[in-house]
């Protein structure tokens, strides 16, 4: 059984800094982009940053770039977002994905698993 675990969620100041994670469990992702996708209350599920979890390679979300750097640990079988200068808006519950390289990294539509999310909360 396909999991994605968030972790590294939490209330943090405008300026500061957070470190979430999203462990994989159940199947081997080496022809998958693992993605980070983010969702405000009232507001529709976007994309946060992708990373292709066999090459490396890496995207990002305008409103993020600059700012987020993501990564993957192949051993640990577990992705990073480093979260840094964090503003109010950034607030959301952000969800890690997976879906097969060469779809659209920024589809949610073409993620095949989902984590439960974990919450972001920045304060002003």
């Known amino acids: 059984q396909v999991q994605l675990v968030e972790s590294g969620g939490g209330l943090v100041q405008a300026g500061g800094s957070l470190r979430l994670s999203c462990a994989a469990s159940?199947?081997?992702?080496?022809?998958?982009?693992m993605d980070w996708f983010r969702q405000a209350p009232g507001k529709e599920r976007e994309f946060v940053a992708a990373?292709?979890?066999?090459?490396?390679?890496?995207y990002y979300a305008d409103s993020v770039k600059g700012r987020f750097t993501i990564s993957r640990d192949n051993v640990k079988n577990t992705m990073y977002l480093q979260m840094n200068s964090l503003k109010p808006e950034d607030t959301s519950v952000y969800y890690c994905?997976?879906?097969?390289?060469?779809?659209?990294?920024?589809?949610?539509?073409?993620?095949?698993?989902w984590g439960k999310g974990t919450l972001v909360t920045v304060s002003s």
């Open positions: 990373i292709s979890w066999s090459r490396g390679n890496t």
């Open positions: 159940g199947r081997t992702f080496s022809s998958y982009t």
């Open positions: 994905a997976a879906g097969p390289d060469g779809m659209d990294v920024t589809w949610a539509g073409g993620m095949h698993y």
